[in-house]
């Protein structure tokens, strides 16, 4: 029997999916090595072994597709383990990245990490102003050359960033992407002069309008480039040493997954890779549902991870925000705040604050037993009766419910003079409603109605918050899916090949009356054909089937004179000046939706800022018939209801308590009733209704808040 294997690296768990060839899912859980992520992979194979009754070692030989999602480009990052690397640029624009943007005080960063202007700064940077040099070239804005390259200049650069020691050289021109020639002509005397330095240009990285975003962009992937390239050969030839013959795929921010060899060469487009999997597992299970408006929520043990699924597609954003930089590769949007099972608790001031600080995995909350002391959202799940102790994780890893009494005694009940079951229900409605005003800031806020919308919930600690958050958003009603647990590892394993292109060829109009006349649509046309070849011929050489690859087109749209374009769907086919006015019909539909009606600006005309082509390649790949949580030590029926703290209004209630695994199609559940499955506890609260799907999905009715 062949396998197809999905495995999502987090910050406290690593989760695998492993999928048959005859379409049951088996989902396995096991603690993160931090220090050697490998370990953690290793651990999860070891257990799918185990339950399938395998040889040991003999599981890879059987896998035919391996999926993963990482974080190991993030990681790299906020650790500052890139290489060393330089900047080549333009002579006059040295400080570009030094001096951002405005908003790189603010870019990327939690509400209350911005409150307080004096504690604002800009990110260090990833190259700092010694390794940047500058050579004497110009091309301006039409992709004419003003000043020619001097190539005896290039080479003094090069020689001088060689002689300090930088193993990735970034060179980003101004306006390379117009006329990419210099830019390209620098890079074949660095390659003549220093194969072995990673290299990464703008031109072909990122060749869209935004000086600073462009350096950013470049600068960030030359910097992580050889510390993912290297991550992902080693990680190749580990699975080749192990047996494995079939394909290594990684998630990638933009909506699919790519080569191990590509995440080398785009680092920067791994950045998401993690929470990414589990929006693109979740717009798989909306077209099995029929929700075509999902808010994708992801709560692990370190953070709270937000995604939106508007008619089936989800929401790609062209640019992301990442440690306080801008970068120009469209991704997935995820939102995320500190707000896991594993976010600290603590009293300042006399108020109690949840988050951002996690716990992680070590030591982690007090309850594992792992030295830690600091009270965190899980340690009061367990003090409310919400989990048990010797059920977590299935009974593989028991909790320690004195442990966490203690933390959350020392550290909140006491400072704030109220009982440990008050002080644990403060605790968990502070993390629900700081989930529930990102959930609304990112459906209101963008002018979309939460009536309109279903959310999943998923992650280890999702199932036992989104009873509450989901209450307080208003939203249809709440699904945790049968995946939730591995819900992003169910992500890397059903996944397609992807890849996206695009281009700035900025044309405009100063009237919105006669625009479809003065934009050209055989310029629009020509651009979309080049970036459609060169999204197919990835694919292809990925090992996509030409017939298996579906192209998306879209344009980035503005009024003349304002800085946010939106991303406006472009029609196949050969353009015409009919289809440029229904493009541009389009897009002030959509501005008037975002922004309103009283923000629309006709009389400053209207500009197409850039091009992009989202290529996706089919993948073959059984259909999931039945999901199998693996890792259950205990196999009794288990205890039939339990007491749970339900705050000072409800204070201790009597909760029906159900193994997910005795449940079935059509089984309909009233609150409060716990729901323990091996890898994740799911909590309908009073007064709510929850029922079984055809799909093994749990689906709450979340009318009443419950508390």
Not at 257 to 262: A, D, G, L
Not at 282 to 311: C, H, R, W, Y
Not at 621 to 640: C, F, H, Q, T
Request: aromatic content about 4%; overall charge negative.
């Amino acid at each position: 029997m062949g396998y197809f294997v999905g495995i999502d690296i987090g910050g406290t768990f690593t989760d695998a999916v492993l999928l048959d060839d005859q379409g049951v899912a088996r989902l396995l859980k096991t603690p993160t090595t931090l220090d050697e992520p490998a370990r953690g992979v290793n651990h999860a194979l070891a257990l799918a072994e185990r339950e399938l009754e395998l040889p040991e070692g003999s599981l890879l030989g059987r896998v035919g597709y391996f999926g993963l999602g990482t974080t190991v480009a993030t990681n790299a990052l906020i650790e500052r383990k890139g290489v060393r690397t330089g900047i080549i640029t333009t002579k006059g624009f040295r400080d570009t990245l030094l001096v951002q943007r405005g908003m790189g005080h603010w870019a990327g960063r939690e509400t209350h990490e911005i409150a307080h202007f004096s504690r604002r700064r800009h990110p260090d940077p990833v190259v700092p102003r010694g390794l940047i040099e500058e050579v004497v070239e110009r091309i301006d804005y039409k992709g004419s050359v003003v000043t020619p390259l001097d190539e005896a200049d290039v080479r003094r650069a090069v020689r001088t960033l060689l002689d300090q020691g930088v193993q990735a050289i970034a060179v980003c021109l101004l306006w390379s992407f117009r006329e990419p020639a210099h830019e390209q002509r620098v890079a074949e005397i660095i390659t003549e002069m220093a194969p072995e330095v990673h290299l990464s240009t703008s031109s072909d990285l990122a060749p869209v309008l935004g000086e600073y975003e462009r350096t950013a962009t470049t600068a960030m992937n030359a910097y992580l480039g050889p510390h993912v390239k290297r991550y992902m050969s080693n990680l190749d030839t580990s699975l080749r040493e192990r047996g494995m013959t079939g394909t290594l795929r990684i998630v990638d921010s933009g909506g699919g997954v790519i080569t191990p060899e590509r995440c080398g060469q785009t680092a920067v487009s791994i950045l998401t890779s993690g929470p990414t999997g589990g929006v693109l597992a979740s717009a798989k299970l909306a077209q099995q549902l029929g929700t075509p408006n999902v808010l994708t929520t992801d709560m692990g043990g370190t953070s709270f991870d937000v995604g939106i699924i508007v008619e089936y597609e989800p929401v790609v954003t062209p640019r992301q925000e990442v440690n306080g930089y801008h970068i120009l590769k469209p991704a997935v949007q995820v939102t995320a705040i500190g707000a896991g099972g594993g976010s600290i608790a603590q009293v300042v001031d006399g108020k109690l604050l949840v988050g951002p600080e996690s716990a992680g995995s070590v030591p982690g909350p007090a309850c594992y037993g792992r030295g830690g002391t600091l009270p965190t959202v899980t340690d009061a799940d367990v003090v409310l009766g919400i989990i048990d102790p010797d059920y977590f994780l299935g009974g593989t890893f028991s909790l320690d419910k004195e442990a966490a009494i203690r933390a959350v005694r020392d550290h909140v009940a006491v400072p704030l003079g109220i009982g440990v079951e008050e002080a644990a229900a403060g605790i968990k409605e502070i993390a629900d409603h700081r989930m529930a005003d990102l959930l609304d800031t990112l459906t209101v806020g963008k002018g979309h109605d939460p009536r309109d919308f279903v959310i999943y919930a998923y992650g280890g600690a999702g199932g036992a918050h989104c009873h509450s958050f989901g209450a307080e958003l208003g939203c249809q009603s709440v699904i945790v899916p049968s995946t939730a647990t591995v819900h992003s590892a169910f992500g890397a394993v059903m996944s397609d090949l992807h890849t996206i292109a695009e281009l700035s060829d900025p044309m405009h109009s100063v009237s919105w009356e006669n625009a479809s006349d003065v934009l050209d649509p055989e310029r629009i046309t020509r651009n979309l054909r080049r970036l459609e070849e060169q999204t197919v011929a990835q694919l292809t050489e990925s090992g996509a089937a030409r017939d298996r690859i579906e192209l998306h087109r879209s344009a980035e749209v503005k009024f003349r004179m304002q800085a946010k374009s939106l991303t406006v769907p472009v029609p196949a086919g050969d353009l015409t000046r009919e289809s440029i006015a229904q493009l541009l019909d389009s897009f002030l539909r959509q501005f008037t939706e975002t922004y309103g009606s009283e923000a629309v600006f006709l009389g400053a005309g209207v500009e197409i800022v850039s091009l992009r082509v989202q290529a996706r390649g089919l993948l073959d790949k059984p259909d999931i018939k039945r999901v199998v949580s693996g890792g259950s030590a205990i196999r009794d029926e288990g205890p039939r209801s339990r007491q749970i703290y339900l705050g000072r209004e409800l204070g201790w209630t009597t909760a029906a308590v159900v193994r997910g695994t005795d449940l079935k199609e059509g089984d309909v559940l009233t609150g409060p009733t716990v729901v323990e499955h091996p890898g994740t506890t799911i909590f309908i609260g009073p007064g709510q209704t929850a029922r079984i799907d055809h799909l093994e999905n749990t689906v709450i009715t979340t009318s009443p808040k419950g508390v």
